[in-house]
């Protein structure tokens, strides 16, 4: 157990729709970071906050958009899914001390569309 | 933009036999790190290489890290069924507040008892 809990575990939504992926990170941990993981593209990293800021940005849809509150918790959000978007969706966290440092991964959630 | 390299992408190993993953990156990294992730599970923090042509070992796992910190490899002595998984590179180029991971697309190992 990594400490770092996402919700739900698994999603199973339809095209066009919207939904939102929620992740807490182990306690202490400020940054926050997302990744999509597909059989044909592997792990891609999405986007990363740092104490409720933006911080990085790598592959991300305009479709998609995430935010990272006060608490630290952070959610993701996919719209108008398309079919291509089920995948594994992961977040990960860190303590961001300024140095690169060990990122722990949630469990994951499994994001179906249909 | 920067890509990161890992072969072979499936490799099927006699228990106790060798295994050996690599990991090229089309630019220069500032570190790597490797994951594992077993079938279903997560990807879980393994290590991290900093220095040029760094070595570091974990009982039956050795990392290395190139010269020209382009290049990394983990090495597995003597499989175990437990070593499988997919094992992952990810190299973060630059420094400072750079903190993109670029993940390879990993390896998968399988062990046959």
């Known amino acids: 157990d990594s400490g770092v809990t996402q919700t739900p575990k698994h999603l199973i939504t339809a095209t066009g729709q919207r939904v939102t992926l929620r992740c807490s990170p182990r306690?202490?941990?400020?940054?926050v970071y997302w990744y999509q993981q597909s059989l044909d593209q592997g792990l891609q990293f999405l986007i990363q906050y740092y104490n409720g800021e933006e911080r990085a940005k790598g592959n991300i849809l305009e479709r998609f958009s995430a935010q990272q509150f006060p608490d630290l918790h952070s959610e993701l959000n996919l719209s108008s899914l398309e079919l291509g978007d089920s995948a594994l969706y992961f977040c990960?966290?860190?303590?961001?001390?300024?140095?690169?440092?060990?990122?722990?991964f949630g469990p994951g959630t499994r994001l179906t569309v249909l | 933009g920067q890509q990161v390299m890992q072969i072979p992408q499936y490799q099927h190993v006699q228990e106790g036999e060798d295994f050996t993953t690599y990991c090229n990156s089309s630019?220069?990294?500032?570190?790597i790190q490797w994951y594992k992730q077993r079938p279903g599970g997560h990807p879980v923090f393994l290590i991290q290489?900093?220095?040029?042509?760094e070595v570091k070992k974990q009982k039956r796992l050795t990392f290395q890290f190139g010269e020209a910190k382009k290049n990394s490899s983990l090495h597995i002595t003597a499989t175990q069924t437990t070593d499988v998984g997919t094992y992952f590179c990810?190299?973060?180029?630059?420094?400072?507040?750079?903190?993109?991971?670029?993940f390879g697309k990993g390896t998968l190992l399988t062990v046959n008892p």
């Open positions: 990810a190299g973060r180029r630059g420094g400072g507040s750079n903190y993109k991971l670029t």
């Open positions: 990960a966290s860190s303590v961001y001390t300024g140095v690169p440092d060990t990122q722990y």
């Open positions: 306690s202490g941990d400020l940054s």
């Open positions: 630019t220069t990294l500032s570190n």
């Open positions: 290489l900093v220095k040029s042509g």
